[in-house]
């Protein structure tokens, strides 16, 4: 592909945990465009943007230890590296853990690529009595070192500067792995084969022959001998060739870490983080602490949010009344209805529960920053592994009770298929964000002050439950066989950066809002409209007329509730939900919530804006707490919980179904989920309902 | 000097003012005294026994040079301290402050083929980790008064002992995983802390953490020696 002259690609390779995103930050700033590499589920994130009059495109890699292409990322990673599109690349190095990070470097430098190095949180290693020379580190690794802090962006300047020049040079890292004499004679005979290479890379294909790579274009002689010395030297070391390879990465990575030291200390036990592993993974405090910690990410995410909250739904109630008060009487009341019942009302709904979902974010972020989302992975495995899932599962699921589809694009750091798609099955049973607008609803309408925590704690089991009982039915039948590994970094523990976390945060937030701001709103709009047209034009009785004369304040609202039982009913929802109500009637729904379920598909927080429609259709000026004191004359308690249990369990909303189409590659898993879901939570709720009613709980 | 051997004194004495004369205030009396702990009168007489072997240009109350003589005498002998230092550290695994005064004393008898074929055993161990592991086993298992060490899996091993790691014996992703990671044969590993639960485990290993199952870690043979933290 030609490019013009003032064109320049930076790629951004590194370690996870090597604070490669937050320096990618530091770079792009605002300017970042996060999508997907073609063909596969792995985020790309980049960033186009202008300096010194050149145009640059920075690209960050995904974060991987090694470029052997044993998973998506990794065989991504490799291919944009090896595509010879890069000027430049930049591999960020921890200061902190030089020796592994330097594993990578060892197979970059086969790829003769031109290279610098940033090497970050400089001022940590610094704190903690490493120094390193480098002049000598940039000598040994045949590239320039910039120093570079993540946290405050000491040096991106300088690093940015230093890798436009090298883009410029075109120079290629001068550094290479000694594999040792007798692999080195065995590479020289098997490069020999690639005739026409360059010997850079007929050496880097030898050496992926030797790795057991599979997809290396080789001609077939190339392929034999490597075959034939892969069983000579595993014969004479005795070890796997794999394993020689590595060693010698390692090798080169403890030489020069080692030579770049000053003393030779480039290994520091982290006290700091031993220290807190100490408390944190304790064996008796490690669980009560982890469940103290989301406990309070729970009452930290309510506490906090209810006050932004208020002022949004008097917002709103204000916009309502200012319509009303400025709208000429007799020009097209549908349009004002539209406004104020289906734009306000719906959407409206929705972003006054931004906060609580904004905070919850927040929470997820810091625990991700601090490094102790890694923990609870740690914490977390045994009985993650026990139902058949991951240790890894558990932040998907951590963050899907935020909302479930960025949480079903968490599931990408899983490595197996398999643990991915049991992860993005059980998923949905987590409560969401979404379900939280119900019960916040709900639960205050039915329930004493006293044990709204209480039911609340308890809906949220039940979906982890439900769950683990399909994760585990799952994981005996359709995606029965082993799991994935479960060697996993323990990062150190860091102090999170503000602007890290925020911007963190706010990607999350803002594919929330984005779903808030395209698909319900078009839903809200569209359910109006069911819930608005065909209009009835007669009526049993004159409706205007008998109120003017009710005798009572109280018999005028009785016959308004029937006037507008009578439009709903004429409606095409209303004739929806009388067509699936005696379907739902055994688990104690009406046709009101039969016809707010069908909006709950939608998207959740949906079924309670639709509540809201069907139980006040003409009546706009609705706060939480009049609809709350209308749901309680409609309802007993009993059914209100049966409301929520379904609500948590039953059809996905429709952008998780999308999402899992598109994360599962297939319409089959999507519409399982979606029928399997339904079919469960058809099967609680009755039990929960019935039992319920037999135990003389619903009755009064 | 020829193949005519200098007494080590004297050879102390040119590494001493070598290593000053790259000094601002050059290689004088008092300094040369101090360094070698000994009497400013001591290092008077010697230094014109120097000046008489043509390897010192000396005149009292003024600084010393070398002769270029004296000045090749004086780099051998520091290159073969080097030498000896990493050969000491590197291949027999020597503390620094156990392998400088060694190397101190072995640099006056090693002839310089000695220093060449010691780097060159160095050099060779850096370039074959897999050498380099098996020696290690060998020290590992000879170490302390013929008490033989104990060969396990790693989820055997108790927490806080140092291991060695031996071998993977496993094949496919998970070998794959643990190399990358680190875990390769030769290496030094830590059970640092097992899960409330249980299971995994968190081992320490090239100076970071990770985490593994206990089956995992399993098919990771260790060695290491009990009462030995």
């Not at chain 1, 000598?136 to 320039?144: E, I, S, T």
């Not at chain 1, 039915?473 to 150190?492: D, I, K, N, Y």
Request: charged share 20%.
């Amino acid at each position: 592909m030609a490019r013009a002259d003032n064109q320049r690609l930076l790629l951004l390779a590194g370690n996870p945990n090597s604070g490669k995103t937050s320096l990618f930050n530091w770079i792009a700033g605002t300017r970042q465009h996060v999508g997907n590499y073609p063909g596969v589920t792995v985020e790309k994130k980049s960033a186009v943007f202008d300096r010194d009059g050149l145009h640059v495109e920075l690209v960050d890699l995904p974060g991987v230890y090694s470029l052997l292409a044993a998973s998506p990322e990794e065989a991504i990673a490799r291919d944009e590296l090896m595509s010879g599109m890069a000027d430049a690349v930049i591999q960020v190095v921890d200061a902190t853990n030089l020796e592994r990070n330097l594993h990578l470097t060892a197979q970059l430098t086969e790829m003769g690529l031109p290279l610098v190095y940033a090497l970050n949180m400089s001022d940590e290693a610094e704190a903690s009595g490493l120094k390193f020379d480098l002049d000598l580190l940039a000598g040994l690794l045949g590239g320039p070192v910039v120093p570079t802090n993540g946290s405050n962006g000491d040096g991106v300047a300088e690093l940015m500067r230093v890798a436009l020049e090298v883009a410029e040079a075109g120079t290629l890292c001068t550094s290479r792995v000694f594999y040792g004499l007798d692999l080195e004679t065995s590479i020289a005979a098997i490069a020999g084969h690639f005739e026409g290479d360059d010997s850079i890379s007929a050496r880097r294909r030898a050496v992926a022959l030797l790795d057991g790579i599979k997809d290396v274009h080789a001609p077939t002689g190339a392929v034999e001998t490597a075959a034939q010395e892969t069983t000579r030297l595993q014969r004479r070391v005795g070890r796997p060739l794999d394993v020689q390879l590595a060693e010698a990465r390692y090798g080169f990575a403890l030489g020069v870490a080692t030579e770049a030291s000053v003393g030779g200390v480039h290994r520091v036990v982290n006290d700091h983080t031993r220290r807190l592993d100490s408390i944190m993974l304790h064996r008796v405090w490690g669980l009560p602490i982890f469940v103290a910690l989301m406990w309070a990410l729970f009452n930290l995410v309510f506490a906090l949010g209810e006050l932004p909250m208020q002022w949004i739904e008097n917002g709103l109630g204000w916009l309502s009344e200012g319509i009303q008060a400025v709208w000429p009487t007799d020009v097209l009341p549908m349009l004002e209805s539209l406004l104020v019942d289906g734009v306000i009302g719906g959407v409206g709904g929705v972003i006054s529960f931004l906060p609580n979902i904004l905070l919850l974010f927040l929470g997820i972020a810091f625990l991700e920053d601090t490094g102790y989302m890694a923990r609870v992975a740690f914490l977390m495995d045994r009985v993650m592994h026990k139902m058949g899932l991951h240790g890894k599962s558990f932040i998907p699921m951590l963050i899907g009770l935020g909302c479930t589809v960025p949480a079903i694009m968490a599931t990408r750091t899983l490595e197996s298929r398999r643990d991915r798609l049991t992860t993005i099955m059980v998923t949905p049973f987590v409560s969401c964000g979404a379900r939280l607008v119900i019960y916040a609803l709900l639960i205050p309408a039915f329930f004493p002050p006293l044990w709204r925590g209480w039911v609340l704690w308890g809906l949220y089991m039940s979906g982890i439950l439900v769950a683990v009982g399909v994760a585990r039915l799952l994981r005996g039948t359709l995606l029965r066989g082993e799991s994935a590994p479960f060697v996993m970094e323990l990062p150190p523990y860091r102090v999170p950066t503000g602007r890290s976390v925020l911007i963190h945060m706010w990607d999350r937030a803002w594919m929330y809002l984005q779903k808030a701001g395209t698909v319900i709103l078009a839903f809200s709009i569209l359910l109006w409209a069911l819930g608005s047209f065909p209009q009835r034009r007669t009526f049993s009785r004159d409706y205007p007329a008998a109120i003017a004369q009710a005798a009572s304040g109280e018999e005028a609202h009785e016959l308004e509730a029937a006037w507008q039982r009578e439009q709903l009913d004429y409606t095409a929802m209303g004739r929806i939900g009388r067509v699936i109500e005696p379907g739902l009637r055994p688990l104690g729904f009406d046709w009101r919530v039969s016809t707010a379920l069908i909006g709950a598909f939608a998207a959740k927080e949906l079924f309670v804006a639709q509540m809201g429609i069907v139980l006040s259709l003409g009546n706009v000026e609705e706060t939480p707490e009049t609809l709350r004191q209308t749901l309680r004359k409609y309802y007993t308690p009993l059914q209100g919980l049966a409301m929520m249990l379904f609500c948590l369990l039953s059809a996905p909303c429709m952008a998780t179904v999308a999402v899992t189409r598109r994360e599962t590659n297939s319409w089959g898993w999507a519409m399982g989920m979606l029928l399997a879901m339904t079919a469960i939570a058809w099967l609680v709720t009755f039990g929960v309902y019935q039992t319920g009613l037999w135990l003389g709980w619903g009755v009064g | 000097m020829d193949r005519e051997r200098l007494s080590s004194r004297v050879e102390d004495y040119l590494e001493a003012i070598l290593q000053l004369s790259e000094t601002p205030q050059g290689a004088r009396t008092g300094e040369i005294a101090r360094l070698m702990d000994v009497q400013p009168s001591t290092v008077s007489t010697a230094l014109k026994s120097l000046n008489e072997q043509g390897l010192v240009d000396y005149t009292p109350y003024d600084a010393v040079t070398l002769t270029p003589d004296g000045r090749r005498v004086a780099e051998e002998i520091a290159g073969r301290h080097v030498a000896l230092r990493r050969f000491l550290m590197e291949v027999l695994g020597l503390d620094p402050e156990d392998a400088e005064p060694v190397a101190c004393g072995m640099e006056h008898d090693a002839t310089p083929l000695v220093a060449e074929r010691m780097t060159l055993l160095a050099d060779f161990f850096r370039q074959h980790p897999g050498m380099m592991a098996k020696w290690l086993v060998a020290r590992q298992e000879a170490r302390g008064n013929g008490l033989p060490g104990v060969e396990s899996s790693l989820d055997e091993l108790p927490q806080g002992v140092r291991a060695l790691v031996l071998s993977i014996d496993v094949e496919g992703a998970l070998r794959r995983r643990l190399v990358e990671m680190g875990v390769t044969p030769g290496v030094l590993i830590t059970v640092e802390r097992v899960a409330p639960l249980g299971d995994p485990i968190a081992v320490e290993v090239r100076g970071y953490r990770l985490s593994m199952r206990k089956a995992e870690a399993a098919n990771i043979r260790v060695r290491w020696r009990p009462g030995l933290a």
